[in-house]
C-alpha cells in the first residue's frame, strides 16, 4: 500500500488507542474491543507524502474549478453510494449511534455541492475598477491562487465532517490536501483516501498520515497551509510551531456554548433543543449545548421538561436499525474530564435531575445528565465538558443571562429561544461566531454562513466565502494598457516634472477648488 494511507488490519488485542511506538490500536469504544491496528508515519514519511502532493498540485489547479468540481463530484457519488460502508467503519471506531452517524455523509455530499456552486464567485478572478483616474492606464486584476499544500488536522468527535470536511473547500481550491485524523479515529478517512485513490480514480492530490503529535508537528513544518481543528491545548502548539516556519494557520477550537431561555419561549421546543443541541453525538460537539440560562418565570416549567426529555433518551449502541439516541464516549480521555466536571459540581453542591454518572454497562457511556443548582464557580459551568451534560441556572432577566452567557473564555456559538424579535435583539448581544434563534446546531449546515470561534474558540472562518478563500493568496495584477518610454514618476527627476506631478496630484486628491487650482499651499 502507498506511502501515507493508513494500513490497518483486523486485530483483536488489548488497545487504548495508542500502541506501540510505532502503530495505533483503534479500539471500539462501545465493545473496548481493539478493532484495529494503524502503522503510525515517521516525520520522513509525512515529508515524502507532502512532496509527492506538491508535485502534482500544479496540474490539479491547471483542471480550473469545474475540472476539480467534476472529480469532487465523484467523491460525493461515492460517499452517497456507499454509505453503509462508511457508517459502519464510523460507527465501529467512534461508538456513535447510526442516526448520528448518518449526518456526516449528507453533510459532505451538501459541502461538495455548495462549493462547486460557489467557487467561481468567491475565488474566481476578480476586475477592479481603480479607485482614482490617475490609475486609468492600468487594468487590474486579482486572481486567487491556492496554497500548493494544504495540512489538516482534525479530532475524534466527528471524524469525516471535520477531516474531510476541511479538505474539500481546500481541494475545490486547487490546493493538495494531506490529512491527519485522530489518533482515536484514523479508520474512516483512510478507507475514503483508499477510494478516491483505487475505485474513483482521483488525481494523486489527496492523501493522509496517521499518528499523535509528532506526525502532526512534522505535517505543520511540511505544508504551506494547516487546518487545525481540536482543543485550544493542543491549538497553541500548532501555533507556535507554525510560527517558526511562517505557516499560516486556522485553528477552529472548543467551546462551551450557552442557550438563553427567555420567558416567552416555546418552551416545549426549547426543552426538546436543549436536549438534542446537548446530547446529540453523546455531547462530544465543539457546539453542544453546555449550559442554559433560563428567565425566572420559565424556569421550573422548563426544567421539568428537559428532565423528561432526557430521562427519556435511549442510551447503546446500534446497527443500521436506529434505535438508540446516545452513543459511547469516543476518547477515554473525555470520558474522564467529563466524570471529573460533574463530580467537582456534585460535590459543591450541584443536583443531578438524571444521570451524573458513568453507564453500568460494557464499552464506554456516560449516562445523559442535567445538572441544576450550578454556577459560574464550578468548571462544569466554565470549562468545556465535552460530554451529555448539561447544567441549567435560574435568571432574573434576559440581562442576567447575556452577562452569563458571554462571562466565557470562549465565543463559538450559542443560541436564544423566544419570542422571535425579543430574542433576536439578545443574540445580537451574545458574543460569539454563530448564535441560533429558536433552534440549536443549525448554523454548521447554513454553510452560506461562515463560522467560526471568537475569543478562545478560534481563529479563522470555515463556511461561507472566507471558509474557502483562507485556502489561497491573492495575486494582484496591474496591468499596462498604454504608455510612453518612460512614466513621469521615473527618473531623471527634474524640478519640472516633479512640479508637473505635485499639481495633477493636488488637483485630483484635494476636495475644494482652491486648493485643486493650488491657491493654498
Ligand atoms: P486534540 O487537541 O487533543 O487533538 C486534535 C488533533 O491534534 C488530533 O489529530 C491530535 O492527534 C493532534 N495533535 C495532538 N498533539 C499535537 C501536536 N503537538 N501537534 C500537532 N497535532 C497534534 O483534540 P481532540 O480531543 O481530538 O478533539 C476535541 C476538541 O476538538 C474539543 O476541544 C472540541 O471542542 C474541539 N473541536 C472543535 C471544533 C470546531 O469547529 N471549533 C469542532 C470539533 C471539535
Not at 515529508?47 to 460525493?76: C, D, H, M
Not at 457519488?77 to 465501529?92: E, G, P
Not at 416555546?266 to 449545548?289: E, F, H, K, P, Y
Not at 460530554?387 to 452569563?404: N, S, T, Y
Amino acid at each position: 500500500m502507498e506511502s501515507g494511507t493508513a494500513r490497518a488490519s483486523a486485530e483483536t488485542t488489548k488497545g487504548n488507542g495508542k500502541g506501540e511506538a510505532d502503530r495505533l490500536d483503534v479500539l471500539n469504544p462501545a465493545t473496548g474491543a481493539t478493532i484495529a491496528r494503524v502503522e503510525i508515519d515517521s516525520p520522513e514519511s509525512v515529508a515524502a507524502t507532502v512532496a509527492r502532493v506538491r508535485g502534482n498540485q500544479p496540474a490539479w489547479e491547471a483542471l480550473g474549478i469545474e475540472g476539480r468540481y467534476e472529480w469532487l463530484g465523484r467523491l460525493r457519488d461515492w460517499l452517497l453510494d456507499n454509505s453503509k460502508r462508511v457508517l459502519d467503519t464510523m460507527q465501529a471506531e467512534t461508538g456513535k449511534v447510526r442516526a448520528d452517524a448518518s449526518n456526516e455523509p449528507n453533510y459532505l455530499a451538501d459541502l461538495i455541492n455548495f462549493y462547486g456552486a460557489k467557487a467561481a464567485k468567491f475565488i474566481g478572478e476578480e476586475a477592479v475598477r481603480p479607485h482614482t483616474a490617475l490609475l486609468a492606464a492600468k487594468k487590474l486584476r486579482v486572481q486567487y491562487r491556492p496554497y500548493p499544500v494544504v495540512g489538516i488536522i482534525s479530532p475524534w468527535n466527528f471524524p469525516l465532517v471535520l477531516g474531510l470536511g476541511d479538505a474539500l473547500p481546500a481541494l475545490q481550491a486547487g490546493a493538495a490536501v494531506v490529512v491527519k485524523p485522530s489518533e482515536f479515529t484514523p479508520l474512516g478517512l483512510a478507507e475514503i483516501v483508499q477510494a478516491w485513490k483505487e475505485e474513483i480514480g482521483g488525481p494523486d492530490v489527496f492523501d493522509c498520515v496517521q499518528g499523535i503529535g509528532e506526525t502532526g508537528g512534522a505535517l505543520v513544518d511540511a505544508v504551506d497551509f494547516v487546518q487545525f481543528t481540536g482543543s485550544d491545548r493542543t491549538g497553541r502548539k500548532v501555533m507556535a510551531r507554525a510560527a517558526e516556519t511562517l505557516t499560516p494557520v486556522s485553528l477552529e477550537l472548543g467551546g462551551k456554548d450557552p442557550m438563553i431561555v427567555l420567558g416567552d419561549a416555546d418552551l416545549d421546543r426549547a426543552a426538546n433543543a436543549a436536549t438534542w443541541g446537548g446530547m446529540m453525538n453523546s455531547g462530544q460537539i465543539c457546539m453542544s449545548v453546555e449550559r442554559v440560562y433560563v428567565e425566572e418565570p420559565a424556569y421550573e416549567e422548563f426544567v421539568a421538561k428537559l428532565t423528561a426529555e432526557v430521562g427519556r433518551l435511549r442510551q447503546g449502541a446500534d446497527a443500521s436499525g436506529y434505535g438508540c439516541d446516545i452513543g459511547a464516549m469516543t476518547s477515554p480521555k473525555q470520558s474522564a474530564i467529563v466524570q471529573e466536571h460533574v463530580d467537582e459540581a456534585l460535590a459543591a453542591g450541584a443536583r443531578a435531575l438524571v444521570g451524573g454518572r458513568k453507564a453500568e454497562r460494557p464499552g464506554d457511556y456516560f449516562e445523559p445528565t442535567v445538572l441544576v443548582d450550578v454556577d459560574h464557580s464550578m468548571t462544569v459551568m466554565r470549562e468545556e465538558t465535552f460530554g451529555p451534560v448539561v447544567g441549567v441556572m435560574k435568571v432574573r432577566d434576559a440581562e442576567e443571562a447575556l452577562q452569563l452567557a458571554n462571562d466565557s473564555r470562549y465565543g463559538l456559538s450559542g443560541s436564544v429561544f423566544g419570542e422571535r424579535e425579543r430574542a433576536e435583539r439578545v443574540a445580537r448581544r451574545v458574543e460569539c461566531g454563530a448564535v441560533n434563534v429558536n433552534d440549536v446546531l443549525v448554523n454548521y449546515l447554513a454553510t452560506d454562513v461562515p463560522m467560526g470561534g471568537w475569543k478562545q474558540s478560534g481563529i479563522g472562518y470555515r463556511h461561507g466565502e472566507p471558509g474557502i478563500k483562507k485556502f489561497c493568496r491573492t495575486e494582484s495584477l496591474v496591468i499596462t494598457r498604454f504608455g510612453g518610454k518612460r512614466e513621469p514618476s521615473w527618473y531623471p527627476y527634474t524640478r519640472a516634472r516633479r512640479g508637473l506631478i505635485g499639481r495633477i496630484a493636488r488637483a485630483f486628491y484635494a476636495r475644494d477648488w482652491r486648493r485643486r487650482l493650488g491657491l493654498r499651499t
